[in-house]
């Protein structure tokens, strides 16, 4: 391997875990991965909350050993990804990792409100799914957060999209967040009216159909009356 300075990493955490040295992937074990993953999502941690957020299961003293033998194995497999700075760890500040750079390219996207980068940043968030697979509760707690931040950003350009007469791209973004909050009633609403912006009543209609079945089946609760309301007007025009 390269010196420490002239290494470069990548680290995905979105579809699956994956780090790059340079054009490389480099395998590593399971513990490691989560270890890496959790200073990635965290920042630099004391050893013991570290620790204690990997081995919640285990007495300290293991717990702390089982730390000891993850950071020796990614410091002998890795040389240069892990900062090993007494009682705190962290990862090279050099490091790339997706889901920042996700997450900076929506901030600046919604700095700049160009339509090149609003395509582009798009297309991140749709792919931004956070370790599937991954069940530790802190996983899901992250995973929990970045498909709010997702769905956030994916309801503001459905709306600015119509907003805009851009009936395909509003529709879009509105069927990529339904896709992360089925019972979204706010997403049903956009898509709707994209739908019909798009002249396709019968299609926002079965949009409606379908939403009403589903929240009745798992939820036993009906649509609200605003997009009850939105539904007759779209049912009383298709009988004229």
């Not at 033998?69 to 050099?94: C, E, F, K, M, Y």
Request: proline share 3%.
């Amino acid at each position: 391997m390269a010196k420490d300075k002239d290494v470069h990493f990548q680290l995905n955490l979105f579809q699956r875990w994956q780090l790059l040295c340079g054009h490389t992937e480099v395998q590593v074990a399971s513990r490691q991965q989560r270890l890496i993953a959790a200073l990635a999502l965290f920042g630099p941690r004391n050893r013991r909350y570290m620790s204690g957020l990997l081995w919640p299961d285990s007495p300290e003293a293991r717990a702390l050993e089982s730390l000891r033998v993850s950071i020796h194995l990614i410091s002998r497999q890795t040389p240069g990804l892990l900062v090993n700075g007494g009682a705190v760890l962290s990862l090279v500040g050099s490091l790339g990792v997706d889901l920042h750079q996700c997450l900076e390219q929506v901030r600046n996207c919604e700095c700049s409100g160009s339509r090149a980068e609003e395509d582009v940043c798009l297309s991140h968030v749709r792919s931004a799914d956070l370790l599937p697979g991954w069940y530790e509760d802190w996983v899901i707690l992250e995973q929990n957060r970045l498909r709010n931040f997702r769905l956030r950003v994916l309801v503001g350009h459905a709306r600015r999209w119509l907003e805009q007469e851009e009936a395909e791209k509003a529709a879009d973004a509105a069927r990529t967040a339904l896709e992360l909050e089925p019972l979204q009633e706010s997403c049903v609403g956009l898509l709707m009216r994209a739908e019909l912006m798009q002249g396709n009543r019968v299609r926002a209609m079965d949009t409606f159909e379908n939403f009403k079945a589903r929240l009745t089946a798992e939820l036993g609760v009906s649509p609200s009356p605003h997009l009850t309301q939105l539904a007759a007007g779209i049912r009383g025009s298709l009988t004229r």
